[in-house]
């Protein structure tokens, strides 16, 4: 079942953490002493980048003729009328299709962005975590360009779900290392990834690929994918001389609905919602609700809001693969307009059903279509028996 979480009101313009690394309470840097040199460097390099018109350049050349940005903002005509009342009105949707991108979703944009930066820093090595797998196959992919050295760490439970992204990451010359701790999920991938960048901080270069960790990740994150939202309002502009009324992303780590609303903002008249996936109910503890019912607390390296136990301990998000409604929209957008979107995006479009009764005739909602949803057939065809002729598990 998935839920929203509507964004907060508008802020200034173009928001930067503090020296601290600070957004209000959140952020910051909760990491090694050894990291902290690494972070400081990274984040002059990171500035000294962004400011240099070569840098810039470099990085929109290849997000146009390596990517294959930008892309389209889709009127998904079909999927529209499936909303149409009884009084004639309906809702326009468009899908941002970042699933058109190369690699086939939006973690390419980032991991190419902070490839170039590790080039330039005169770093050999990539580290990564990886959940669903789209992050890690883009960060072996942009190291394979670069002729960087890849490892990528997958909690097993992943690996084992996602076994056609951990042969593409090996495919594209990634060591692809299994995590057995914990609940050996991604919140497991994150821990050992940190723990070896501690061990190789001089030679490594890590690619977080969530809006998380120690300060400049969250903001380079944010910035690499701002790019989504900057096409959203100009190709609004072009296709009826506006901008999009609703925004609708879903949230697991952030960095797809970070990308889209960036930009909207400061934009008072465009709402912005994220959603997140409910899992069994948010009235039991198996949900990933995690910014509408986490507390406050630190994990990998800043001060966030975290699904926490009665004694403070973390407790890993229950996967959305069980969430019937988005199962539901996963084979709906499918049929509509033939176009098999990831799980994750899939808790963006359930959410429709519950948004678009309640909007006015003709208004405007652009869903970021974050991945393709090739990675998930087989985990889908689990719970889907009547379309593979198999039982369920």
């Not at 912005?272 to 507390?295: C, N, P, Q």
């Amino acid at each position: 079942m998935p839920v929203s979480c509507t964004a907060a009101p508008p802020q200034p313009k173009v928001q930067r953490p503090d020296k601290t690394g600070r957004y209000g309470q959140f952020g910051g840097r909760y990491v090694p002493e050894t990291l902290i040199l690494a972070l400081d460097e990274l984040t002059a390099a990171y500035e000294e980048a962004i400011n240099d018109p070569a840098f810039q350049a470099e990085l929109d050349h290849l997000l146009k003729h390596y990517v294959g940005r930008e892309s389209p903002l889709y009127h998904a005509e079909r999927l529209s009328e499936r909303y149409r009342r009884p009084d004639g009105s309906r809702p326009e949707i468009y899908l941002k299709r970042e699933d058109l991108n190369h690699t086939g979703a939006h973690k390419i944009n980032n991991s190419l962005g902070q490839a170039l930066l590790c080039k330039r820093m005169g770093k050999k090595r990539i580290i990564a975590e990886t959940g669903a797998g789209q992050h890690g196959v883009a960060t072996a992919t942009v190291c394979a360009r670069a002729g960087l050295e890849c490892v990528v760490y997958m909690g097993e439970k992943d690996m084992e779900r996602q076994a056609l992204n951990v042969f593409r990451m090996r495919l594209l010359g990634a060591e692809v290392r299994p995590v057995t701790s914990g609940t050996r999920t991604l919140k497991d991938a994150t821990s050992e990834a940190i723990r070896d960048w501690v061990t190789n901080v001089e030679s490594t270069h890590y690619i977080l690929g969530s809006v998380a960790g120690p300060h400049p990740f969250p903001m380079m994150v944010r910035d690499f994918h701002a790019c989504i939202g900057r096409e959203t309002r100009r190709q609004a502009q072009e296709a009826w001389g506006g901008k999009p009324d609703i925004l609708v992303a879903c949230v697991g780590g952030g960095s797809n609905a970070m990308g889209l609303f960036h930009e909207f903002v400061d934009d008072a008249d465009v709402r912005l919602i994220g959603v997140e996936a409910g899992g069994e109910g948010i009235d039991t503890d198996k949900h990933a609700a995690t910014l509408t019912l986490g507390r406050p607390g630190v994990l990998h390296g800043s001060y966030s809001l975290l699904i926490q136990d009665e004694e403070g301990q973390v407790v890993d998000p229950h996967s959305i693969s069980a969430d019937a409604e988005a199962l539901q929209a996963f084979q709906d957008l499918s049929r509509l307009e033939g176009i098999i979107p990831a799980l994750e995006t899939s808790h963006a479009l359930a959410f429709l059903d519950k948004l678009c009764p309640t909007v006015p005739d003709g208004t405007r909602i652009v869903v970021n279509c974050s991945g393709r949803g090739d990675k998930d057939v087989m985990n889908a065809a689990n719970y889907l028996p009547h379309l593979s002729g198999g039982s369920t598990q």
